[in-house]
């Protein structure tokens, strides 16, 4: 069966650190792997996702992530945060494609 | 719209009530979900809608909730004697058709208040 489980249901960064936000998958087979974004009194959008291929995904906004089958997880980075950063995110895996199980999710904090 | 579009927004009710949560999904795509999402909890897939094919209710708590899709676009979600615990925002998604990306788009949500 597939789950996700995101390390930390709050993280706090300074506005110019590096964002580390953690996600670790369980999947009986090679899994297709999510990161989404939900802004405040907003509906979710795809940041990045991995499918096959290159295992370091680039997403929008200066995020990325890197699929390590070894460890099974899929954190996110972000180099600088900034204020926008905000949000909540959310990691979610599925082993088709369509059936897509969620984390519960990591709120962001940035601070100036 | 270009969006996935929930309606309404907002919806408080009183213990015992039934209520209707529609979704308009992005036109074309093929594939619609619904999920729940409450405080603490993240995302909880409730049903999910493929083409003309038997939906995936495995997510379903509880007989009180329904969901239909009707002429393959608009989807209404359906709890029956809403109970407090129903309190949650019901996020709609949709897919489009093709190769199975898994992307999925989703609307603002409608925020449920059960008294």
């Keep these: 069966a597939q789950s996700v489980t995101q390390l930390g249901s709050h993280v706090s960064v300074s506005e110019g650190a590096l ?4 996600c670790n998958y369980s999947s009986s087979v090679p899994p297709y792997l999510f990161w989404y974004v939900q802004y405040p009194n907003q509906g979710l959008q795809l940041l990045l996702k991995y499918t096959t291929g290159a295992t370091l995904v680039k997403g929008i ?5 890197e699929f390590k089958k070894s460890e099974t997880s899929f954190h996110l980075t972000k180099p600088s945060a900034h204020m926008s950063d905000a949000a909540e995110y959310f990691c979610a895996v599925s082993e088709t494609g369509y059936a897509l199980n969620f984390g519960k999710g990591t709120s962001l904090l940035v601070t100036p | ?7 309404p927004s907002n919806k408080v009710t009183e213990k015992g009530k039934d209520v209707e949560l529609r979704c308009d999904p992005i036109s074309g795509h093929t594939a619609l979900y619904w999920y729940r999402q409450s405080l603490g909890q993240g995302l909880e897939f409730l049903i999910y809608f493929q083409g003309n094919s ?19 676009s ?13 309190s949650a925002v019901y996020l709609c998604a949709s897919r489009p058709p093709g190769p199975n990306t898994g992307e999925l788009f989703f609307g603002e949500g409608s925020r449920l208040t059960v008294l």
């Design chain 1, 19 to 22: 964002v580390l936000l953690r």
């Design chain 1, 61 to 65: 906004n200066g995020f990325e992530a």
């Design chain 2, 74 to 86: 608009v989807s209404t979600l359906t709890i029956q004697r809403t109970q407090q615990e129903d």
């Design chain 2, 54 to 72: 038997a939906p995936d209710k495995s997510g379903l708590p509880s007989d009180r909730f329904s969901a239909e899709r009707t002429g393959g």
């Design chain 2, 1 to 7: 719209g270009a969006g996935v579009s929930q309606s």
